[in-house]
C-alpha cells in the first residue's frame, strides 16, 4: 500500500484523479439516492404553493438573513414537538427553493409560527421586538413598514420556481404582480383573482394595518403567518401516531 | 509589481482588464436592479484601475532573466498582507455581531447594519478573506519550495490572487445590500460564484503547472492537502451552487434544489468548506511550516498517507450530522455518524503527526512563538475534531444542536486552528519574503500569541456554558410533565455569556490588529536586505534532488 502510494506521488494528474475518486464516493452514495427513493419527500396531496405576497416575503426573509437565527425544522424529539407543535415533514419544504432549515436557534423555530400570534403582534414585533417581547435581542426591522414592496417582477420569480418544479400555473405567473397586490388590499380589483387561484383558504386581507399601500411589511407578515400552513400532513401524522391526543 | 512582468504578461493583464472593465460596464449599464448596476460598477471599478496600473508601467523595461533563479513571491507578499486586512475587518465585524446579542441596539437604524446582514459579511470575511487569502498566499510559496520550481508565470498568480479578492469584495458588498442565497458559507450570488469558478480553474491550473515543473520527484505532502483543497472545494462549490436567476442581469436566483435534497447538499457543502477549505488547506499550511519552523523532519510519512486519504474519503460522508432528527432520512443521517467518528482516526492522527514532529525541539516551542501558535493550533485540531465526532453522535447532537455549543465548536476549531496555524505560518513567512532576519518585533508576536489563546478560551468557555445551558433548558420539564422555561428565559440567561464571547471575540482582534501592525513595520524595514529565507535555492539545470526530508 505504501509502495503503491510512493509511486502515485509522484504523479500529479494520477494524484488529482484520486482525490477526486475519494472525495465523490460519499457524496453519490448519500446524496444521488434522495432523488430516486420514493417517500424520501411524502406524497401529499393538499400541499399548496407560495402566494407572489408570501413569496416575496420569504425572499426578504432570506435578504435579511433570518435564518441565521431562527430555524424553520422542528426535530422529532418530544420537547421541540412541546414547544413548537408537530415534527417537520419533508414535504412541508418541498417547494422551497432554497430550504431554510436552519442551523441556529438564538431565537425559537418559526416552522409553525402561522396564525400563532396576531398580524397586528407581528408588526409591532418586527417594527421594534423590545415593545412586546422587552428581553428579545432581535433587530429591528422598523424599515419595513416604510419600504413599499416591489411586486413587478414577481411574474419572473414565479417562472422561474416553474421551471424548477414548483407548480405555478401560467395564469399564476402572468398574475402574479397583480396578486401580490390584491393579497393585501383586499377592496381592490386585484384581490378577487386571488382566492380564485390559490383557494379560499388564501390570507387575503391588510397584514401591515396600513391599507393604502402594499409594503414590505405586508409581504414579511403574510409569509410568516403561512409557515406550518401549506399542508396539515404534520398535524395529521401526529393524530394518527397518538390517537386519542388528537387536537 | 508590473515592472516584473514580462512584455507579454503586461499584455494578458491589459486584456483581462480592459475585459473585465467592459463586462462591469455592460452589467452597470443593463442591470436589472441597483444592486446588480452597484456590481458591475464595482467589477468596472476593478478592471480601470487594473488597466491604469499596468498602463503606468507597460513601457518600462522587461525585467531581467536574473529573476528566474529567485521564487516569484510578489503575489505571496500581497495575500499576506490582503490576509490580515480582512481579519482586521472580519473580526471587527464579528465582534460588533457579539455585542449586538448582548445590546441589540447597538447599531444603526439601517438595513445594512442589522444582524442578519452583518453575519454572513463576518463569516465570508474571516472563512474567504482571510482564510482563503492566508492559503492562496502560503500555497503560492509552499508549492514553489516543495517543487524547488518556480511559478511558471507571473500573471496567473496574479489574476488568482486579484480575482479572488474581488469575489471576497462582491460577496461581502452584497450582503450589506442584502444580496444573498441564503445558502450558509456560500451566500454570494451566481455572478460571483461564476467568477470564483473562472479565478479556481486559473489556480487548479497553476499549481499543476508548478507541480509539472518540479525538481523533485515526489510531490511533498503539503501540496496533497493543498490540491486537495482546491480540487475538492471546485466540487462543493459548483455543485451546491447551481441556480437559475430570475433575469440574467438580475442579482437574485433560486437555486436548484429545494426542501430535503437543498438541506442535505447544503450540509454536504457545509461541512466539506469546514473540511476542505478550513483544514484541507491549513493542514498543508502546517505540514511545510511547522517542521520548517521546528528544523525536525515529519514524525511519520505513513501517518500523513493514513490521514491525508482517511481525511479526504471520510469527510464527505459526514454532512448528513448538521441534520439529526430532522425530515432527512433517517439512513443518511446513520451514515453521518459513523462516518464521523471515523473520521477521528485520520484527524487524531494528522494532529498526533503534527505534535511528535516537535519532539526534540520543545525547547523551541517554549522560546519562540511563532512555533507555539502552531503548537497550540494543532492541539485545537485535536481537540476540536474530537469535539466534532462527539457532537455528531445523535443523542450528543440533540441536545447541542440550534444552541450556542455549535458556535463553541466552530470558533474552538476557527480561532484555535485556523487562525492560529495562520499567524503561526505568517511569522515563519514574513521575514523569509521580506529578507529580514526576524519580524519588527518579536515582543509583539508574543503578546499577539497570548491575546489570541486567552480570547480563544474567553470566547470557547463561554459559548459551551451558554450552549449547554440553552439546550438542558429548552427540554427540561417540571414535574407535571410540561416544559419548565420559555424560550425567552433560555434567552434571558444567555446575557452573560454573550458579554464574556464579545470580551473573548475583542480580545482576539486586538491581536489580530497587533498582527497587521508587526507585519506592516516588517515589510517597512530598510536594513540592507539579507538572505534568510531558509529554502533551498532553485536549481541549477541537471542536479537531481535528494532525498524526501521535512519541508521540501
Redesign the interface.
Known amino acids: 500500500m505504501?509502495g503503491f502510494?510512493?509511486k502515485l506521488?509522484?504523479k500529479?494528474?494520477g494524484?488529482?484523479i484520486a482525490?477526486?475518486i475519494?472525495?465523490?464516493?460519499?457524496?453519490i452514495?448519500?446524496?444521488a439516492p434522495?432523488?430516486t427513493?420514493e417517500g424520501?419527500?411524502e406524497d401529499v396531496p393538499d400541499m399548496r404553493v407560495y402566494t407572489p405576497l408570501e413569496l416575496a416575503g420569504r425572499?426578504i426573509y432570506?435578504?435579511?438573513?433570518?435564518?441565521?437565527?431562527h430555524?424553520q425544522?422542528i426535530?422529532?424529539?418530544s420537547?421541540?414537538v412541546?414547544?413548537y407543535g408537530p415534527?417537520?415533514?419533508?414535504?412541508?419544504?418541498?417547494?422551497?427553493?432554497?430550504?431554510?432549515?436552519?442551523?441556529?436557534?438564538?431565537?425559537?423555530?418559526l416552522a409553525r409560527l402561522g396564525d400563532k400570534y396576531s398580524d397586528e403582534w407581528h408588526v409591532r414585533h418586527l417594527n421594534n421586538?423590545?415593545d412586546v417581547?422587552p428581553?428579545?435581542?432581535?433587530?429591528?426591522?422598523?424599515?419595513l413598514l416604510r419600504t413599499p414592496l416591489k411586486v413587478e417582477?414577481m411574474s419572473?420569480?414565479l417562472a422561474?420556481?416553474a421551471?424548477?418544479?414548483?407548480p405555478y400555473s401560467q395564469e399564476m405567473i402572468d398574475n402574479a404582480p397583480s396578486d401580490a397586490i390584491g393579497q393585501a388590499q383586499p377592496d381592490r380589483d386585484e384581490a378577487g383573482g386571488v382566492a380564485e387561484r390559490y383557494g379560499d383558504a388564501t390570507n387575503i386581507r391588510v397584514f401591515d394595518g396600513n391599507p393604502s399601500r402594499v409594503t414590505e411589511m405586508d409581504a414579511v407578515v403574510a409569509y410568516l403567518q403561512i409557515l406550518g400552513k401549506l399542508t396539515d400532513a404534520a398535524h395529521r401524522q401526529q393524530d394518527a401516531e397518538i390517537p386519542g391526543d388528537a387536537s | 509589481m508590473v515592472l516584473n512582468l514580462t512584455r507579454s504578461e503586461r499584455q494578458g493583464a491589459m486584456i483581462v482588464a480592459v475585459l473585465l472593465s467592459l463586462v462591469g460596464l455592460v452589467m452597470t449599464l443593463f442591470g436589472a436592479d441597483g444592486y446588480f448596476s452597484t456590481h458591475g460598477f464595482i467589477i468596472m471599478l476593478a478592471g480601470m484601475g487594473t488597466v491604469f496600473l499596468v498602463g503606468r508601467g507597460y513601457d518600462a523595461p522587461e525585467p531581467s532573466d536574473e529573476r528566474l533563479a529567485h521564487y516569484y513571491d510578489d503575489p505571496v507578499k500581497a495575500g499576506v498582507i490582503l490576509a490580515m486586512f480582512w481579519a482586521v475587518f472580519a473580526m471587527f465585524v464579528g465582534d460588533w455581531v457579539a455585542w449586538l446579542l448582548a445590546y441589540p441596539d447597538m447599531t444603526f437604524d439601517a438595513a445594512w447594519a442589522s444582524f442578519g446582514r452583518l453575519r454572513p459579511v463576518h463569516t465570508t470575511g474571516v472563512i474567504f478573506g482571510f482564510g482563503g487569502n492566508a492559503l492562496i498566499a502560503t500555497s503560492f510559496y509552499v508549492m514553489q519550495r516543495t517543487c524547488r520550481a518556480r511559478l511558471p508565470d507571473q500573471l496567473s498568480p496574479w489574476f488568482v490572487i486579484l480575482g479572488y479578492n474581488l469575489f471576497c469584495i462582491l460577496s461581502v458588498s452584497g450582503y450589506f445590500m442584502g444580496i444573498t442565497q441564503s445558502k450558509e458559507y456560500a451566500e454570494a450570488e451566481w455572478y460571483a460564484d461564476i467568477w470564483l469558478v473562472v479565478v479556481w480553474v486559473v489556480y487548479f491550473l497553476l499549481y499543476l503547472r508548478t507541480l509539472q515543473r518540479r525538481n523533485e520527484p515526489h510531490i511533498y505532502v503539503a501540496n496533497w492537502y493543498y490540491l486537495a483543497f482546491i480540487v475538492v472545494v471546485a466540487m462543493l462549490h459548483i455543485v451546491n451552487n447551481l441556480a437559475l436567476p430570475v433575469s440574467w442581469f438580475g442579482a437574485k436566483s433560486y437555486t436548484i434544489y429545494s426542501g430535503v435534497q437543498d438541506a442535505m447538499i447544503q450540509w454536504w457543502y457545509g461541512h466539506n468548506a469546514v473540511a476542505f477549505f478550513l483544514t484541507s488547506g491549513f493542514l498543508g499550511m502546517m505540514y511545510y511550516f511547522l517542521p520548517k519552523r521546528a528544523n525536525r523532519p515529519i514524525f511519520s510519512y505513513r501517518l500523513s498517507i493514513i490521514s491525508f486519504w482517511g481525511i479526504t474519503f471520510s469527510y464527505i460522508w459526514v454532512g448528513s450530522h448538521h441534520l439529526h432528527y430532522t425530515a432527512l432520512p433517517h439512513w443518511v443521517q446513520t451514515l453521518g455518524v459513523t462516518f464521523s467518528i471515523i473520521l477521528l482516526v485520520p484527524s487524531w492522527a494528522s494532529a498526533g503527526n503534527a505534535l511528535l514532529t516537535l519532539n526534540g525541539a520543545w525547547d523551541k516551542v517554549r522560546d519562540d512563538a511563532t512555533l507555539r501558535f502552531m503548537m497550540v493550533a494543532a492541539v485545537f485540531y485535536g481537540l476540536t475534531t474530537f469535539e466534532g465526532s462527539f457532537m455528531a453522535i445523535r443523542p450528543v447532537n440533540s441536545l447541542s444542536h440550534y444552541t450556542d455549543w455549535t458556535v463553541a465548536h466552530v470558533h474552538a476549531g476557527t480561532l484555535g486552528w485556523v487562525s492560529m496555524i495562520s499567524y503561526g505560518a505568517f511569522y515563519a513567512m514574513v521575514p523569509w519574503i521580506w529578507k529580514q532576519k526576524k519580524m519588527f518585533s518579536p515582543r509583539l508576536v508574543e503578546v499577539h500569541f497570548w491575546l489570541s489563546v486567552a480570547g480563544t478560551f474567553i470566547y470557547v468557555f463561554a459559548m459551551w456554558n451558554s450552549g449547554i445551558i440553552q439546550g438542558l433548558m429548552w427540554r427540561t420539564y417540571n414535574d407535571v410533565g410540561t416544559l419548565s422555561y420559555s424560550f425567552i428565559d433560555s434567552m434571558v440567561a444567555m446575557h452573560p455569556y454573550y458579554i464574556a464571547r464579545a470580551f473573548g471575540g475583542f480580545l482576539f482582534l486586538l491581536g489580530a490588529c497587533v498582527g497587521l501592525y508587526n507585519i506592516w513595520k516588517t515589510m517597512k524595514v530598510r536594513t540592507p536586505a539579507m538572505v534568510s529565507d531558509p529554502s533551498r535555492p532553485l536549481p541549477v539545470a541537471g542536479v537531481a534532488a535528494g532525498s524526501v526530508e521535512a519541508g521540501e
Do not use: Q
Open positions: 505504501f502510494h510512493y506521488e509522484r500529479a494528474i494524484f488529482v482525490i477526486i475519494a472525495a465523490s464516493i460519499g457524496g452514495v448519500e446524496i434522495l432523488f427513493i424520501t419527500v425572499n432570506v435578504r435579511e438573513g433570518c435564518y441565521a437565527c430555524s425544522m426535530r422529532s424529539l420537547d421541540e412541546e414547544r415534527y417537520s415533514l419533508a414535504v412541508e419544504s418541498k417547494y422551497d427553493h432554497p430550504m431554510l432549515w436552519g442551523s441556529k436557534r438564538t431565537g425559537p423555530d421586538p423590545r417581547v428581553e428579545s435581542v432581535m433587530p429591528r426591522y422598523g424599515w417582477d419572473g420569480h422561474v420556481l421551471k424548477l418544479g414548483v
